[in-house]
């Protein structure tokens, strides 16, 4: 089984002290940093964008995974490899305006991981026909765009799916939770398969983040 790997979402950061939040997180054991990107057109809410993760990438010798929860996601893949993503996940939904498989390929000859993301109430079958082409599957587990929502229970069946095509076709594929990831929600995840976690504000919000970061690994 992979090592559980914790990567702390700096949407719950503070961000007016951001260089010693990072440091903080790296301090306690962070495995990755993950941004949260959203355009205020596919989710409902406006973030930061490709020069808040090149300051990042300044700040950290973690690996930055960022998400990018935005519209014509292709057109921007270039930014952010520029700005340091060692990886970058893209959505599924056709909402998001792009062609799915040449932006997979286009992060591909980047030299940057490549993920794919599937909303709540997207069915899984969606992302199916791309899963050879990844390094990483995120399973949001509440619905994209703002920090703090309880977790949803039901994804652990896209869990669960994503585990069993792992162990028949590509052991090395990273299954990534994210939203209302804490200890009690952390457990269930990692026992239906997944073995990366976003979390924010139970890290963020907590005033020992190395005890948080080790209770999410069930430590």
Not at 40 to 52: K, M, Q
């Amino acid at each position: 089984m992979h090592r559980i790997l914790v990567a702390p979402s700096i949407l719950a950061a503070d961000f007016s002290r951001l260089a010693d939040e990072l440091r903080r997180v790296e301090e306690a054991g962070a495995d990755w940093i993950h941004c949260d990107i959203m355009d205020g057109h596919f989710v409902d809410n406006i973030s930061f964008g490709s020069g808040i993760v090149a300051t990042v990438r300044k700040l950290t010798n973690l690996p930055l995974d960022v998400h990018l929860m935005i519209e014509h996601a292709d057109h921007y893949v270039p930014r952010f490899i520029d700005a340091g993503a060692n990886s970058l996940t893209v959505h599924v939904e056709p909402e998001s305006k792009h062609d799915v498989a040449k932006t997979l390929q286009q992060i591909r000859d980047s030299g940057c991981r490549v993920g794919l993301t599937l909303n709540p109430g997207t069915p899984f079958a969606l992302v199916e026909p791309f899963l050879t082409q990844l390094d990483l599957l995120l399973i949001m587990t509440v619905h994209p765009g703002f920090g703090g929502q309880p977790f949803r229970a039901e994804q652990t069946e896209k869990m669960r799916r994503s585990r069993d095509w792992k162990a028949k076709n590509n052991p090395a594929l990273d299954i990534e939770v994210d939203g209302g990831i804490n200890p009690e929600t952390a457990r269930v995840s990692i026992e239906n398969g997944a073995n990366v976690l976003v979390a924010g504000t139970s890290i963020f919000k907590s005033e020992d983040y190395a005890a948080a970061i080790r209770a999410l690994r069930g430590g």
